[in-house]
């Protein structure tokens, strides 16, 4: 029996490779607060256990992640108060109220966990395959190399649907180029696999059938590399970025993230922190607008209540 509910984890390759596989394929691996605590453990332990030397985060089922967990009975379940209230939902600013509470509980459960995982002793590799929406970004975007299915995509969706400027790992810009970041986040167009591939963002490209594999190889031919050489090209690459403002600009990015849950907050008198259609919000099942370039039909709504 797995000693975790909503991933799994195992050692291949005599422990020298950890995987790490988000394990709600129903949900199409909705990130509920108990799932991304338990990635956080997951991840420390591979970064504790001096035999692992790369880590692969992948995802169960068609879909890698759909982002944060909006509206499935466990999240429910998780943030009331009762016997099955996850203990986070008590700590790091929950007892607190309005804006502060909401600020500091999405930077520690949303923000800076992204930021240490980024930072993480090992080389990461993100397994993606379907859609790739809003925080299922953050969980890819934090590892050093991301490889992927055939017909992937990736969407941020929230500023179109939910009126928001982003999710709280704010690292488009980096990844995807400004005007296609201003883009993506004002049209909800989708970005294909073979487009993130030839910007950088991607690193290999696998047939559906093969992917597991195709990561798997990928990953023995980095742990070859001397752990060493590997810490600090790392480390060469991400104080290249540091130094150029990455940090702070997701810092800041981050507290601005914060202003648009307040504005829709006000707007609703405390009901809700984001736009409604009323507002002039998108329905989820709306197609993406101007021609996208791949269609995404209501199975990209990040709100995955009850869907499987």
Same mark, same amino acid.
């Given at each position: /029996?797995?000693?975790y509910?909503?991933?799994?984890?195992e050692?291949?390759?005599?422990?020298?490779? !950890?995987?790490?596989?988000?394990?709600?394929?129903?949900?199409? %691996?909705?990130?509920?607060?108990?799932?991304?605590?338990? +990635?956080?453990?997951? @991840?420390l332990? !591979? =970064?504790?256990?001096?035999?692992?030397?790369?880590?692969? @985060?992948a995802g169960?089922?068609?879909?890698?992640?759909?982002?944060?967990d909006?509206?499935?009975?466990?999240?429910? $379940?998780?943030?009331?108060?009762?016997?099955?209230q *996850?203990?986070?939902?008590?700590? %790091?600013?929950?007892?607190?109220?309005?804006?502060?509470k909401?600020?500091?509980?999405?930077?520690?459960?949303?923000?800076?966990?992204?930021?240490?995982?980024?930072?993480?002793?090992?080389?990461?590799?993100?397994?993606?395959?379907?859609?790739?929406?809003?925080?299922?970004?953050?969980?890819?975007?934090?590892?050093?190399?991301?490889?992927?299915?055939?017909?992937?995509?990736?969407?941020?969706?929230?500023?179109?649907?939910?009126?928001?400027?982003?999710?709280?790992?704010?690292? *488009?810009?980096?990844?995807?180029?400004?005007?296609?970041?201003?883009?993506?986040?004002l049209?909800?167009?989708?970005?294909?696999?073979?487009?993130?591939?030839?910007?950088? /963002?991607?690193?290999?490209?696998?047939?559906?059938d =093969?992917?597991? $594999?195709?990561? @798997?190889?990928y990953? &023995?031919? @980095?742990?070859?590399?001397?752990? /060493?050489?590997?810490?600090?090209?790392? =480390?060469?690459?991400?104080?290249?970025q540091?130094?150029?403002?990455?940090?702070?600009?997701?810092?800041?990015?981050?507290?601005?993230?914060?202003?648009? *849950?307040?504005?829709?907050? $006000?707007?609703?008198?405390? #009901?809700? #922190?984001?736009?409604?259609?009323?507002?002039?919000?998108?329905?989820?099942n &709306?197609?993406?607008? +101007?021609?996208?370039? !791949?269609?995404?039909?209501?199975?990209?709504?990040? =709100? %995955?209540?009850? &869907?499987?």
């Amino acid at each position: /029996m797995s000693e975790y509910d909503f991933i799994t984890y195992e050692t291949l390759d005599d422990g020298l490779i !950890a995987r790490i596989t988000l394990n709600r394929p129903r949900y199409r %691996n909705a990130q509920s607060r108990s799932l991304l605590v338990e +990635l956080d453990a997951a @991840l420390l332990r !591979a =970064e504790a256990d001096d035999d692992v030397r790369v880590v692969i @985060l992948a995802g169960a089922g068609a879909v890698f992640s759909s982002g944060h967990d909006l509206g499935t009975p466990d999240r429910r $379940e998780e943030r009331e108060p009762g016997p099955n209230q *996850h203990p986070t939902f008590g700590v %790091n600013g929950a007892t607190r109220s309005a804006a502060e509470k909401r600020m500091l509980q999405e930077w520690h459960y949303y923000y800076q966990n992204a930021v240490r995982w980024r930072d993480l002793r090992k080389i990461t590799v993100a397994q993606v395959q379907g859609e790739v929406i809003a925080a299922g970004l953050t969980l890819a975007w934090a590892c050093d190399l991301i490889v992927g299915a055939e017909g992937t995509t990736f969407v941020d969706p929230v500023g179109t649907r939910l009126g928001m400027c982003g999710v709280e790992y704010f690292a *488009h810009p980096w990844e995807f180029g400004a005007r296609r970041t201003k883009e993506l986040m004002l049209t909800g167009r989708p970005v294909g696999i073979e487009e993130a591939h030839r910007i950088g /963002m991607v690193s290999q490209i696998f047939p559906v059938d =093969e992917l597991a $594999e195709g990561t @798997l190889d990928y990953a &023995r031919e @980095l742990a070859r590399r001397p752990t /060493m050489t590997a810490l600090l090209i790392k =480390e060469s690459v991400n104080q290249t970025q540091d130094i150029q403002g990455f940090r702070n600009a997701l810092q800041a990015s981050f507290t601005i993230h914060q202003l648009n *849950h307040a504005h829709w907050a $006000e707007v609703h008198d405390g #009901a809700v #922190a984001h736009a409604l259609e009323s507002d002039g919000a998108v329905p989820w099942n &709306r197609r993406p607008a +101007l021609g996208a370039s !791949a269609t995404t039909p209501d199975s990209t709504k990040e =709100e %995955n209540a009850d &869907r499987t």
